[in-house]
């Protein structure tokens, strides 16, 4: 099982990114994906998260109504669109897979439901 993240970078606040996560080695379907973001001197935390097989969504507070996930099941791809991006939103952006947690809309996703983690990739906002 591979995850791997791209589409990070530095961009001036209000700016936007969009990040990949391209998944191999396993069956896309039928799993949740997870995006989560962990800054410096921070615990990681989860950030949004969509099932790809009925796409349920969820996103935390602080993102809610900047940030879009979306899944493409034929290219094994999740995505996060991330507009408006404040110095706050600057963290390691880390995609993980679950096959036993189904994305809630109302639960936050959490770090110990995730099986599989990509490498991290690195947001930077300035001001």
């Known amino acids: 099982v591979h995850l791997v993240e791209s589409g990070g970078g530095l961009v001036q606040a209000g700016g936007s990114l969009r990040l990949s996560c391209a998944a191999s080695g396993f069956s896309f379907e039928d799993n949740t994906i997870g995006w989560f973001r962990q800054a410096p001197g921070k615990e990681r935390e989860g950030v949004s998260c969509?099932?790809?097989?009925?796409?349920?969504?969820y996103y935390t507070t602080s993102v809610k109504g900047r940030v879009t996930i979306s899944s493409d099941n034929a290219k094994n791809t999740v995505y996060l669109q991330m507009n408006s991006l404040k110095l706050e939103d600057t963290a390691v952006y880390f995609c993980?897979?679950?096959?036993?947690?189904?994305?809630?809309?109302?639960?936050?996703?959490?770090?110990?439901?995730?099986?599989?983690w990509g490498q991290g990739t690195q947001v930077t906002v300035s001001s």
């Open positions: 993980a897979a679950s096959r036993r947690t189904p994305c809630s809309s109302y639960f936050i996703p959490m770090v110990h439901e995730y099986d599989y």
């Open positions: 969509i099932s790809t097989i009925d796409n349920t969504t």
